[in-house]
Every structure is written in structure tokens, then in C-alpha cells.
């Protein structure tokens, strides 16, 4: 349930942050160009874009990056959660995990 109410907003902010990137980019060309062509000139207005540009970037990451944690730390709980609630259960899955993760080990 939570996870289909998180997803399309991830999605939102990885496409946020794509088109950020693409305008960094595209602003550090144009920063690049008009300095070849203008000298110093208007290389200010450009280089002004640029850095909004940079700080809007660094925004979209640092949300991002608490949108990540806060979802680790919301999992940890559960987890932790679920262990408690059904502790034989989580023995019983972990183990199976370690022998199938094991016979593929010893298969290569």
C-alpha cells in the first residue's frame, strides 16, 4: 500500500532531477561558448544562471537523499518490527536464503 503511494512521487523527483542535470549541463555549455566568443562580457549573466542552476541540483540531491534515508529507516522499522511479531519465521526464511545463496556459490 505505502509503496505505490511512494513510487510515483520518486519517479517525480528522478525526473525532477534528470532535467536539472540536463540544464547544468546545458548552462555550463552555454558558459563555455560565450565565454569563447565574448571574452568576459557575457559571461556574467551566463555564469549567474549556472549557479542557480547548480543550486537548484544540489536541492533535488539533497531531498532526494532524504527521501532515500527516510524510506531506509521506514524499512528498518518494519523489519524490525516483523522479526519481533514472527521471530521463528524470520530464522526460517533467513536460513533457506543461506542455503540457496550457498548452493549457488558452490555451483559456480
Known amino acids: 500500500m505505502d509503496r505505490t503511494d511512494k513510487t510515483p512521487s520518486a519517479v517525480d523527483a528522478r525526473e525532477r532531477l534528470a532535467q536539472d542535470m540536463r540544464t547544468l549541463v546545458r548552462d555550463a555549455e ?10 568576459a562580457e557575457g ?3 551566463i555564469r549567474d544562471r549556472l549557479e542557480a542552476s547548480i543550486k537548484q541540483a544540489k536541492a533535488q540531491v539533497w531531498n532526494g537523499q532524504q527521501q532515500f534515508f527516510e524510506r531506509a529507516r521506514d524499512t528498518a522499522r518494519r523489519t524490525n518490527e516483523a522479526v519481533h ?7 526460517g526464511v533467513t536460513a533457506g536464503a543461506g542455503l540457496l545463496l550457498g548452493a549457488l556459490i558452490m555451483r559456480r
Open 85 to 91: 511479531v514472527h521471530p521463528w519465521t524470520a530464522i
Open 30 to 39: 552555454d558558459l563555455l561558448h560565450a565565454a569563447q566568443r565574448q571574452g
Open 43 to 45: 559571461v556574467s549573466e
